[in-house]
C-alpha cells in the first residue's frame, strides 16, 4: 500500500513554507531561538487549557481512543516478484455453498462399456456412511465448460501429431454449447486459449505448438483448475493428455490432491507411455494420472500405441455425455470445513454382469 504523506505521524505539516515571514534566511540562529521560544509558549498554554477542564471530561479520554498506524513496511520475499501471480501457492482455497451436492456417477461393465439407461432408483448415495435421499437426478447430455491440458515436453517430439489428432476427435463429440479452454505446459504451464465455443479455434491454436523442455504437469494442473473458476456452466471436466510424470513443478503431489478435492471438476487423463521408463518420475507416472482423477470422479486411460489416442479420447467425450447426475441435500449441513466421504453404491437390476461405479470421493464443507 502506497504510503501518503504525514501518515502514522502526529507533526503538522506546513503546506506552504515558502510564505514563513520568520528572518530565517537573514538569521538562522534568530530563526531557532523564535521558534524554541513560540513553540515553548503553546505547550504552556495548552497545558493549562488542560489543566482547567472539567475532571468528567478528562476521565473520558483513553489510550484506546488514539488510533496510530504503525511504521510497518510489507514483508518482501525475495525472488516472488518474478513468479506467476497465477502459479503462488499457499493460495485461500475458493469455498462454494454446497447445500445441494452433485455427483456425476459413470457406470461400466467388465469389457469396460458404459452402461446407460439405469434409474433413480439403482443408486444409494452416502456421505459420511450416513444415507442421503437423492432429491434430483438427471442423465441428460447437458453443456459442459472443459479445458484441455496438453503436454508440450521434448519427450512428446515423436508423438505430437497423434496427441493433436486425439484432441480433435475430442472435439468431434462436443455439445454445440460446450465452452473450451487450452493450457499447453512444458517447463511451465501455459494458457494457448481461453474460454471459446469455437474448436475451429482450439485446433488452430494447437498447429503452432512445439514440443520442448521437462514437464511441469503438476502446475498445469493447477492453472487448469484456477482457469475452471471463469466457467460458466455447472458440469466441468479437465482432460489431460501427457506422456510421463511430472519433473519440473513448484507444485507437490500432496497440494495438487487437495487441490483437485476441493475442486467441482472431474479430471479424465490419457497417458501415453513408452515400453521402459527412462526415469523414476516416468515410473510414477500412471499411478499419478489415476490417483488424481480418481479423487474427482473420472479415471486415467493407460495406452502405449500412440495410435490408440485418437479412440481413447473419443471414448472420453462419449463418457462426458452419458453420465447421470445425482443431487442430494446433506442431512448433516454442518459448517466444519471438514472433508466429507461420499460413497456411491449401485442397486443393478437383475441380469447384469457386475459393474463398476466412477464418482467422486467426496467434498469440503464450507467453513462459515
Not at 497545558?47 to 488514539?66: E, H, R
Request: hydrophobic share 35%; glycine share 6%.
Amino acid at each position: 500500500m502506497a504510503r501518503h504523506p504525514g501518515r502514522g505521524s502526529s507533526r503538522p505539516v506546513n503546506r506552504d513554507c515558502s510564505a514563513t515571514a520568520l528572518p530565517c534566511a537573514h538569521n538562522k540562529s534568530m530563526c531557532r531561538t523564535e521558534l524554541v521560544y513560540t513553540a515553548s509558549i503553546t505547550v504552556a498554554v495548552l497545558i493549562a487549557i488542560v489543566m482547567c477542564l472539567p475532571g468528567t471530561l478528562l476521565a473520558q479520554v483513553s489510550v484506546d481512543d488514539v488510533h496510530i498506524a504503525p511504521r510497518v513496511e510489507p514483508t518482501k520475499v525475495a525472488g516472488m516478484e518474478s513468479i506467476d501471480p497465477s502459479l503462488k501457492t499457499h493460495t485461500k482455497p475458493m469455498k462454494v455453498d454446497v447445500s445441494l451436492v452433485l455427483v456425476p456417477v459413470t457406470i461400466t461393465d467388465p469389457m469396460n462399456r458404459l452402461v446407460t439407461g439405469l434409474d433413480k432408483e439403482n443408486f444409494e448415495v452416502f456421505e459420511n456412511k450416513e444415507p442421503q435421499e437423492v432429491r434430483t437426478f438427471s442423465s441428460e447430455d447437458a453443456p459442459v465448460s472443459i479445458g484441455v491440458i496438453f503436454d508440450m515436453s521434448g519427450s512428446m517430439t515423436s508423438k505430437i501429431e497423434r496427441a493433436r489428432e486425439a484432441v480433435i476427435e475430442f472435439f468431434k463429440t462436443a455439445n454445440p454449447q460446450d465452452e473450451f479452454f487450452l493450457i499447453a505446459f512444458a517447463d511451465k504451464p501455459e494458457e494457448v486459449s481461453d474460454f471459446t465455443s469455437s474448436v475451429e479455434d482450439i485446433q488452430s491454436k494447437l498447429v503452432y505448438t512445439v514440443p520442448k523442455g521437462r514437464t511441469a504437469l503438476l502446475d498445469a494442473i493447477y492453472l487448469g483448475i484456477s482457469k475452471m473458476r471463469q466457467a460458466k456452466y455447472q458440469k466441468k471436466a479437465l482432460l489431460i493428455i501427457s506422456d510421463g510424470g511430472d519433473n519440473h513443478s513448484r507444485y507437490t503431489e500432496g497440494e495438487i490432491k487437495s487441490l483437485v478435492k476441493e475442486a467441482d471438476a472431474l479430471i479424465y487423463a490419457i497417458g501415453i507411455y513408452d515400453h521402459y521408463f527412462p526415469t523414476e518420475e516416468e515410473r510414477l507416472g500412471p499411478a499419478l494420472l489415476s490417483e488424481i482423477t480418481e479423487l474427482t470422479g473420472g479415471r486415467a486411460f493407460t495406452i502405449d500405441n500412440p495410435n490408440d489416442l485418437a479412440d481413447v479420447a473419443t471414448k472420453i467425450g462419449i463418457e462426458l455425455r452419458n453420465q447421470y447426475v445425482l443431487g442430494y441435500r446433506p442431512k448433516n449441513p454442518g459448517h466444519d470445513g471438514k472433508w466429507r466421504k461420499i460413497k456411491v453404491k449401485l442397486l443393478p437390476p437383475k441380469g447384469l454382469p457386475p459393474l463398476r461405479v466412477y464418482a467422486k470421493t467426496g467434498y469440503y464443507a464450507p467453513s462459515e
